[in-house]
């Protein structure tokens, strides 16, 4: 951007990624039978790298397990499977760790390194939450966070 490291510490409090996604309909949504193994492996190694302090936050979707949900549609979503949409996010709030890490010459696994140290939640992280929350499909996360 053309905006000189020194400066940007001082001009950034807070820095905020955002993905908005379709959510599943209310009405006809429905709970998977069976989680393929390897969309349970991705999303196990996913969550497993949430802070410890953190998922205590979480922990009533976390203790549920690893459920999916698919919506088939129905008159309430025209069909669709899906009514509205919803963000999966991503925040980093700026401390002297980070300040110190852009001042240095920042790359981007340095900044994500230390904001998970801090306890964030990843784009990814929030994705699958909200998938074993029943909100949206593990497609629908998976597809707006690919790598």
């Known amino acids: 951007m053309g905006v000189s490291a020194f400066l940007l510490p001082s001009s950034l409090n807070i820095a905020i990624g955002q993905?908005?996604?379709?959510?599943?309909?209310?009405?006809c949504k429905k709970e998977e039978k069976e989680v393929p193994l390897?969309?349970?492996?991705?999303?196990?190694?996913?969550?497993?790298?949430i802070p410890e302090a953190t998922k205590t936050e979480y922990a009533p979707i976390l203790e549920k397990g690893i459920k999916i949900w698919h919506a088939p549609g129905c008159k309430f979503c025209a069909g669709k499977g899906t009514k509205?949409?919803?963000?999966?996010?991503?925040?980093?709030?700026?401390?002297?760790?980070?300040?110190?890490?852009i001042i240095e010459g920042p790359t981007e696994s340095k900044i994500v390194e230390e904001t998970v140290v801090q306890g964030m939640i990843t784009m990814?992280?929030?994705g699958f939450l909200k998938v074993l929350a029943g909100l949206i499909s593990v497609e629908e996360a998976m597809e707006?966070?690919?790598?």
């Open 19 to 27: 993905r908005l996604v379709r959510r599943l309909c209310d009405q």
């Open 38 to 49: 390897r969309i349970r492996d991705i999303i196990e190694k996913e969550l497993a790298k």
């Open 84 to 101: 509205g949409r919803i963000a999966i996010y991503e925040v980093m709030f700026m401390n002297s760790q980070i300040e110190k890490i």
């Open 124 to 126: 990814k992280q929030d």
């Open 144 to 147: 707006a966070v690919e790598d």
